[in-house]
């Protein structure tokens, strides 16, 4: 059983949020729901969900990488519920991530990905290993991390480079200029991978070091963005 929020509205375009992390659906310090009043009051409906084994959802966290059947569910009983002609979806971080891989299953008419995540989930912890002698023990540990992170970014990389190429709806990349995540992420879009996308994907940048632009200038740049994708999108 998944838990959702709906805020009415009278247009057929909608706006669905996909949680990033482990974050409840009312984002944090609420802003994911204040942003969901705003977008509601200017005419668009908004469906925020808490995704398996998070907040009030039942069920076991399995993370983003396997949240597919819940952004599946998500939006179409949002489309059914509000009547809505097109969807439009928006997540952050590692919920921007999952939109990427599994928008298509949804049947998502337009991408907003803030702050792209590109390394995967931890791997499982490996069986300890006698240290090699002469080498410290905590700088043997900090390499294999190091090693481990690179396997799964370029695995990860790979499965969402594939997926943003492969893309046939609008898709709009937001990133915060100062975060760490969307950092990487902007670097890793001048890689060879992505060429293919072409000038589809269109990349919006706001100065500031908050990952959730949490600042006051940062909602306001967001909730422009999200408006001007929504009409972009406007159903007749």
């Known amino acids: 059983m998944l838990v959702g929020t709906l805020d009415s509205a009278s247009g057929s375009t909608g706006l669905l949020i996909v949680s990033g992390g482990n974050e409840i659906r009312s ?14 009051a200017a005419g668009y409906p908004v469906f925020r969900f808490d995704r398996r084994g998070i907040g009030d959802s039942a069920g076991s ?94 695995g990860l990389g790979s499965e969402l480079a594939a997926a943003i190429t492969g893309a046939e709806v609008p898709m709009t990349v937001l990133l915060a200029t100062r975060d760490k995540i969307a950092a990487d992420f902007a670097e890793f879009l001048h890689k060879p991978a992505f060429a293919a996308a072409g000038t589809r994907v269109r990349r919006k940048q706001f100065d500031t070091a908050s990952h959730v632009f ?5 909602k306001a740049w967001l909730y422009e963005r999200v408006i001007e994708a929504l009409a972009e999108q406007r159903a007749p």
Do not use: Y
Request: no cysteine; proline share 7%; glycine share 8%.
């Open 214 to 218: 949490a600042g006051t200038t940062d």
């Open 61 to 154: 966290n399995l993370g983003f990488l396997e949240s597919a059947p819940d952004i599946v569910a998500a939006a179409g009983i949002f489309r059914r519920e509000a009547k809505l002609r097109r969807v439009i979806a928006f997540g952050n971080g590692d919920g921007a991530t999952a939109l990427a891989l599994f928008h298509a299953q949804a049947r998502i008419d337009a991408l907003l990905l803030a702050n792209p995540v590109i390394v995967g989930p931890p791997a499982a912890p490996e069986e300890p290993e006698e240290a090699e002698p002469g080498r410290g023990w905590m700088r043997q540990m900090i390499e294999r991390v190091a090693v481990r992170r690179q396997v799964t970014q370029v």
């Open 27 to 40: 984002g944090p310090h609420r802003s994911m729901s204040q942003l969901a009043h705003r977008i509601a």
